[in-house]
């Protein structure tokens, strides 16, 4: 595997799933593939999660590892070609990116959404040119578009819960948030779940539908009781407008979040499903996206999930190293 950014990347959904357990039942049996091969993980953005889970999955496979925040400690980079660099960018992209994959073999790059141009996110400019500029396999810890290591963690988490009874309804419900949130988790969970064996349901409020290269097939529910009705799993997330059908309100809040709270995940809303499994990428701001009781529940898969994040990104690293 030389690029980690679509499900089609990673194949067959169910050998994908098998090689997870796989490396669940013994993670350490491949140290070998690592040895002497360093992993470089960049963050333009904050992380708990991708950072160490990507650290260990690494490490459990022998590699080296090299994190970088490039906003701390690095030189503030141009991203733009063609700019007079006058200003608070002292190093541009383009010298950046050879320097940075000659000290290592895989490259891993979060670069969230900008919401500067709805253009340049959806084209991944950034990412797009570090599989250009950089000679290496390169994999998305969530670009502007999409969150691969979290929704292959979600579809493990699923996977694993459900233990093989027929086709789960799987709900994905929009929550509401004070800030302007990224489509990369909801755009990547659509895109897993519309290519995996399940029921796929989406609810959110008017205004925040899913750009269609992502959602295309999806059952979109604007009654969010009615979408949860007898859910197997219910899939919490906020997002901001993607600007499908009014591009000027792209990555905009689209109300006031105090007139928004009776989408948060309650009780209320639990008690007409099938006992569902509640999850959610984490971080979470409880009382907003999901209350306390839903996600302190026995049905809260929230923990498990973060922790299937290390599994996904064993089987991605130890893909990339494969193919070395
Ligand atoms: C990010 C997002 O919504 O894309 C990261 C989630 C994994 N969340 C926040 O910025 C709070
Ligand atoms: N879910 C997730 O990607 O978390 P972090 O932003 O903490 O990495």
Redesign the pocket.
């Known amino acids: 595997m030389r690029i980690f950014q679509h499900v089609q990347d990673i194949g067959d959904l169910h050998v994908a799933l098998a090689e997870a357990q796989e490396v669940k039942r013994d993670r350490y049996q491949w140290q070998h593939l690592g040895k002497n091969k360093t992993a470089l993980l960049i963050f333009f953005?904050?992380?708990l999660?991708?950072r160490l889970s990507t650290q260990k999955a690494a490490m459990n496979l022998g590699m080296n590892v090299i994190v970088l925040d490039v906003n701390q400690g690095a030189w503030k980079l141009e991203t733009e070609r063609g700019v007079v660099m006058d200003g608070d960018k002292s190093e541009h992209l383009l010298e950046a990116i050879p320097v940075m994959a000659s000290y290592c073999d895989i490259i891993g790059v979060r670069s969230?959404?900008r919401f500067e141009s709805r253009e340049d996110d959806y084209e991944e400019k950034i990412l797009q040119q570090f599989i250009q500029y950089s000679g290496r396999p390169v994999f998305f810890m969530?670009s502007a578009t999409v969150?691969p290591l979290?929704a292959f963690a979600d579809l493990i988490t699923i996977k694993e819960d459900w233990k093989g009874k027929t086709r789960p309804k799987v709900v994905m419900t929009w929550a509401p948030?004070p800030?302007s949130?990224?489509?990369?988790?909801p755009n990547s969970f659509a895109e897993w779940m519309l290519a995996a064996d399940v029921d796929f349901v989406v609810t959110h409020p008017k205004g925040y539908e899913l750009d269609p290269q992502f959602v295309k097939g999806a059952r979109v529910e604007y009654d969010q009781m009615k979408a949860f009705e007898g859910a197997d799993f219910v899939y919490a997330?906020?997002?901001s407008c993607p600007g499908v059908t009014h591009p000027e309100d792209y990555g905009k809040v689209l109300h006031d979040y105090h007139t928004m709270m009776d989408w948060c995940v309650s009780a209320r809303q639990m008690a007409v499903t099938n006992n569902a499994g509640f999850l959610h990428?984490?971080?979470v701001?409880r009382n907003m996206i999901v209350t306390d009781d839903v996600i302190e529940s026995p049905r809260s898969l929230v923990i498990p999930e973060a922790a299937n994040r290390e599994i996904s990104a064993q089987v991605v690293l130890k893909r990339m190293l494969e193919a070395l």
């Open positions: 953005n904050n992380s999660r991708t969230f959404a969530e969150h979290q948030h800030k949130l990224p489509q990369a988790v997330k906020n997002w990428c984490l971080p701001r």
